[in-house]
């Protein structure tokens, strides 16, 4: 299988699993994310999802063999794949944790790019390469890329195709920690079990909240937070929490109704 799907606790944790082709993305591994997207969208006890890669990479961009004869209707074909599956990680109302291993390249760096937080290991590489192939991005990165680093570094590392390291995604905003690469995997789980312990509703209308607001006027995104909010007072989660918070007491565990 081009992909692995585990769940520990509240956490699925998504593992494209090619090392060999340092996990290119394809027709095949396409298939298999949208359904590990799905499995974790659709199951109640998942609160988090961690997505990584095998080896060497996160994922070193899309399958060039697979591509390199393709038409323009072809190519625009597997562009608008790949934009849909990644497009349900971002729109998945559960929190998504990029734990990027290495080589987060082209297609890889939009995945990590469709994910809400991204954390990578010390050896992780970052870059839109596509130019020097003779396209564009085509998996979101003209799109996600602006809006996570800016207009002026995105159009730079896209127009130069150039590569930049773990250290340099973090001071640019692309990444929001780097840890050294043994402890990686633990670091995002913990992560993912932090967020898996809060009112899960809650996090989850933050996260919409969150996502469409980025898409709007800030008037707009402010009636988003507040439909959000007042959502939350209707929920048994806020009433536990606010009461254990007036008793100086502590809730131990949500209810997530």
């Not at 349900?88 to 809400?116: H, Q, R, T, W, Y």
């Not at 680093?149 to 195709?161: N, P």
């Not at 967020?195 to 009636?223: F, H, P, W, Y």
Request: hydrophobic share 45%; aromatic share 6%; proline share 2%.
């Amino acid at each position: 299988m081009s992909v692995k799907y585990e769940k520990k606790e509240h956490v699925a944790v998504i593992t494209i699993d090619r090392p060999d082709a340092l996990n290119a993305l394809n027709i095949e591994v396409l298939k298999a994310l949208k359904e590990a997207a799905s499995k974790a969208r659709t199951d109640d006890d998942v609160y988090v999802v961690i997505i990584t890669g095998a080896g060497r990479a996160f994922v070193a961009g899309a399958d060039i063999a697979q591509m390199k004869d393709y038409t323009a209707d072809e190519g625009r074909a597997f562009g608008k794949k790949g934009n849909k599956v990644f497009s349900k990680f971002e729109e998945m109302s559960k929190p998504v944790i990029a734990a990027i291993n290495g080589f987060a390249l082209g297609g890889g760096c939009e995945l990590a790019l469709a994910c809400d937080i991204r954390i990578a290991g010390e050896k992780a590489k970052f870059g839109q390469p596509e130019v020097g192939l003779g396209i564009t991005p085509g998996f979101g990165g003209t799109q996600r890329l602006p809006r996570v680093v800016g207009m002026s570094k995105a159009k730079e590392l896209i127009f130069t195709g150039a590569v930049i390291d773990a250290q340099e995604a973090l001071s640019i905003g692309l990444v929001s920690k780097v840890v050294p690469g043994e402890t990686l995997m633990d670091v995002a789980f913990e992560m993912a079990q932090k967020i898996a312990e809060n009112a899960q509703i809650a996090v989850r209308q933050s996260k919409i909240a969150i996502n469409k607001g980025m898409q709007c006027d800030i008037n707009t995104g402010l009636e988003f937070e507040m439909q959000a909010f007042g959502l939350c007072f209707s929920t048994e989660d806020q009433k536990d929490a606010m009461n254990a918070f007036v008793n100086k007491e502590k809730v131990t565990s949500f209810k997530n109704k």
